[in-house]
């Protein structure tokens, strides 16, 4: 496929709608929520579903063995790291919640987070701090719209943990400065958890440049991969420090009848009953991204991005909610005298299909900001321009 400077070739992108049914007599604007399949995707899981119809599931398993094993191979030629650093989970969160809980969090420890951190991820922080006594300290926003990293560096002493921070806010388009962070907690020794569930497929994600100890990120969204399954990444550092919070069969072979031995790669965090479907679906779309090229399926994105964003201001019913110096393709915006969840109906009765963000995904921001909810426009690679134009006619007219 050809590629231009910056961004895909428009022949390329028209290649990639033609292998884009969801795009037919609709327009998708919530890949941030969950992304359209493409068809090498499609017929890796309908190809897998037909096998397991044929020959049952652990047949079907068996002959898919070296398919399932590359998934792991792709994943760490996509972000990086060793292959023994990978394990497929159930979600983002799934993974994100396994790795955290099996912190050796004590009482009197601190965890350094950012103000625009996720829901779950909070919500496991407010548990540890009940539970066990463990603080949060959450670095705040500098006026330029990002994470004030000096304010962050200024949260860390002895008893700091953990820095656990999202690379992109739910509902709001900053890309937080995931590389500086690591530079961070490298220096102080921490630990450090990233959630890049917005993030891989939307920008260039690299374990090894940000620095991160443990990763985690979805299959459906930028990856346009299937729902339910999801990735971990936990380097040999980080494992050699965690307690399982659970052990399966697939974690731990049953040794001797009063002992086990456990696993010393990532798969310690998986069960061995899992979606083989689902997984063989989630490594193609990692493959055709990696054949797509990520330099350059990023670089559509982020040019459909900054299409929308130099437009929507001009809509005199509109008003962008982002933060300033928000880049990325997760765009939020509300209509004079409209409740999001109305616009977002009304644009479905046009075949538009959007999302509504809301306080409770990122409160710390969206509360300190006064907002409650608001529409949610993302974009990916395969949008094209007449889409987002289609999009921007339709919020003028409402
Ligand atoms: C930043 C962030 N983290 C985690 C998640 C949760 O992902 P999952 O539903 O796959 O667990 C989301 C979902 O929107 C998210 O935006």
């Known amino acids: 496929m050809t590629v231009e400077a910056a961004g895909l070739s428009p022949k390329t992108v028209v290649a990639v709608r033609d292998l884009t049914p969801g795009v037919k007599g609709r327009i998708h604007l919530d890949n941030c929520g969950s992304a359209l399949m493409p068809s090498p995707v499609i017929a890796a899981m309908q190809n897998a579903l037909q096998r397991d119809a044929a020959f049952g599931g652990y047949v079907a398993q068996e002959q898919q063995e070296g398919k399932l094993e590359a998934g792991y191979s792709s994943l760490a030629r996509l972000l990086g790291g060793d292959v023994s650093d990978y394990a497929f989970v159930g979600s983002a969160v799934d993974g994100w919640t396994k790795a955290f809980y099996s912190l050796p969090l004590q009482a009197g420890d601190n965890i350094v987070t950012a103000y625009n951190e996720y829901c779950s991820n909070y919500i496991a922080f407010l548990q540890v701090k009940k539970n066990r006594g463990v603080e949060i300290r959450v670095a705040r926003q500098a006026p ?9 560096q200024s949260l860390i002493d ?3 943990a953990l820095i656990s921070i999202s690379h992109m806010p ?7 400065q995931v590389e500086k962070v690591g530079e961070i907690a490298r220096s102080a020794g921490v630990l450090y958890q990233l959630d890049a569930c917005q993030s891989v497929g939307h ?14 990120g979805t299959s459906r969204k930028f990856l346009r991969g299937p729902r339910g399954i ?6 040999e550092k980080a494992r050699s420090v965690m307690e399982p ?14 002992d086990y031995s456990l696993r010393q790669d990532a798969r310690v965090f998986e069960a061995w009953e899992r979606s083989v479907i689902n997984q063989l679906g989630f490594s193609a779309a990692i493959d055709y991204l990696l054949e797509l090229g990520v330099e350059a399926a990023t670089q559509q994105i982020a040019k459909n991005a900054t299409y929308l964003r130099k437009r929507l201001p001009d809509l005199k019913n509109v008003t962008v909610e982002c933060p300033p110096g928000a880049v ?3 765009i939020t915006l509300n209509i004079a005298g409209r409740l999001p969840s109305d616009v977002k109906s009304i644009l479905e009765d046009q075949h538009i299909a959007v999302k509504t963000a809301s306080v409770v995904h990122t409160r710390l921001d969206m509360e300190h900001r006064g907002i409650e909810s608001a529409v949610r426009v993302s974009p990916h690679y395969y949008t094209s321009t007449e889409d987002m134009d289609t999009l921007l006619t339709a919020l003028e007219a409402l």
Not at 144 to 152: E, K, N, P, V
Not at 203 to 216: A, F, Q, S
Request: aromatic residues 6%.
């Open 144 to 152: 330029s719209g990002r994470i004030d990293l000096a304010h962050l």
């Open 158 to 160: 002895k008893r700091t």
């Open 170 to 176: 739910s509902s709001s388009g900053e890309i937080n």
């Open 203 to 216: 920008v260039p994600v690299d374990v090894g440049r940000i620095g991160c100890d443990i990763l985690t």
């Open 230 to 235: 999801g990735f971990l990444y936990v380097n």
């Open 245 to 258: 919070v659970v052990l399966t069969n697939q974690s731990a072979e049953w040794s001797s009848a009063d």
């Open 328 to 330: 990325s393709a997760i």
